[in-house]
């Protein structure tokens, strides 16, 4: 099944202690990217991968980063979370261009205390 | 300053009724627009995308159109089921590979 697979679903960590969201597609899809969605502003884009070891900032880089070593895998990293990082995380891929839709993961929770 | 704006409030219709969502921007040239439904706590489902030299496309009970001129898609489902309902997000690609999308609107549809 062509799936975008993220781990872990749901994520309670504390300020400060650095985390790593894991996020592998099966499709082969060239582009890949991160996305936070906050009640009332919708989904906003962190960081984007066009192909391996090339990555760009999104809208809200800050605090955030990645890394693209393998066409699958495509990590959210970050080194020192804070509270305002509580939000719900989604990557997604495609093929380039997006033309066939881009392909959603389930999304990890996390809440920074 | 760029926008995507859908309706903020709920759509509440009637079973077996069209439901009709809209998507307006400005100050983008979108190559093509797109349409996802999102369940809540769910990853968004991609379900059309329309091109700016289409006016109009379909899938089974869904229609989008697509109007460059007035910068609107909207977004149709004929002959609604209880289980349409979900939050309908438009995403705009302006460039390149970038998605960008509007807040969604909340569509609940009543037996």
């Known amino acids: 099944e062509a799936q975008v697979t993220q781990n872990p679903r749901y994520l309670i960590t504390v300020t400060g202690k650095k985390l790593t969201v894991t996020c592998s597609q099966n499709m082969n899809h060239e582009y890949m990217s991160w996305y936070r969605q906050d009640p009332g502003l919708g989904l906003r884009q962190i960081y984007y991968s066009m192909n391996v070891e090339v990555t760009d900032k999104g809208d809200v880089p800050e605090g955030y980063k990645v890394s693209r070593k393998e066409k699958r895998n495509f990590p959210l990293i970050l080194e020192s979370p804070s509270p305002n990082q509580t939000s719900l995380y989604f990557c997604?891929?495609?093929?380039?261009?997006?033309?066939?839709?881009?392909?959603f993961g389930s999304g990890t929770r996390l809440t920074v205390v | 300053s760029q926008k995507i704006e859908q309706n903020s409030e709920a759509l509440n219709i009637q079973e077996g009724k069209t439901a009709t969502l809209t998507c307006n921007y400005t100050?983008?040239?979108?190559?093509?627009l797109q349409w996802y439904r999102q369940d809540p706590g769910r990853g968004p489902v991609f379900l059309l995308l329309i091109r700016e030299n289409e006016k109009e496309k379909r899938k089974e009970r869904l229609k989008v159109t697509f109007d460059t001129t007035l910068k609107q898609s909207l977004f149709h489902i004929t002959a609604s089921q209880p289980a349409d309902s979900a939050t309908y997000l438009c995403?705009?690609?302006?460039?390149?590979?970038?998605?960008?999308f509007g807040a969604g609107t909340i569509l609940r549809v009543k037996s």
């Open positions: 100050n983008y040239s979108p190559a093509y």
């Open positions: 995403a705009l690609v302006p460039y390149g590979n970038k998605l960008v």
């Open positions: 997604a891929s495609s093929l380039p261009g997006g033309a066939g839709g881009y392909t």
